[in-house]
């Protein structure tokens, strides 16, 4: 009876490792990965519902509200051909000029919130060294005075591709983004010496990310902020 009850229980292992196996499937190390944002990070996969991509990148921080479309992408990779974009897309398969736009958009929000935030870490690692030092000293200068800035993201109403080149092996891409924003300084008291806590302005930015095209890295970092001649 003691090695009936051994081969019993023995076949019902068996039986519960075919059924999860059925359940759940095999891992061959050929399946195809979820889409990455702009700095290689894995997201969600596209079957996610709207909004779910950017609440699952943003960290639950109460400092960016999104507008309720927020969470879908309705900008579009620019329609314009450019050879720089082919040549980004041959050097790397994984390439698409959406999930960019995708990715680029979520570097936007995590930016502005960490420089208003004055959180040089988080800085550091989506910035290239040049525009880390600018950023970090604008935020030493800020303390300096004991001054504090709230940024709030409204939203973001465009982001698209407005230029792209490739020098030696690195590609730079340069987005355009929309946004509508608050953004007010308190003093050490908390009084509001710059900025309307009740105006929403909106703002015009060329931002340019850089990749070394072959390096097994898969981050882009922002490498320059202009404001457009355009922009009123």
Known sequence: MQYFDIILF?????FLILRLRSV???KTGNE???PTDVFGRRTHDDTSGPGQKEAAASSGD?????????????????????PALTQIQLADKSFSQQDFLNGARMAFEMIVESFAKGDKDTLKS???TEVYKNFATAIDDRASRDEHEETTLVGIKTAEIHDATVEGRTAYITIK???????IV???????????????????DLWTFARNLESSDPNWQLVATEIPDDAS
Do not use: H, M
């Open 186 to 204: 308190r003093n050490k008291a908390g009084d509001v010496i710059s900025g309307d806590p009740n105006n929403v302005i909106e703002a015009e």
């Open 126 to 128: 989506l910035l290239s």
């Open 24 to 26: 759940l499937g095999r």
């Open 62 to 82: 109460d400092n960016v509200y999104r507008l309720p479309d927020s969470g879908r992408s309705n900008e579009t990779a620019n329609p314009v051909s450019k």
């Open 177 to 183: 983004f929309v946004s509508e924003e608050v953004s």
């Open 10 to 14: 023995a076949l019902i292992a068996v």
């Open 32 to 34: 195809k990965q979820g």
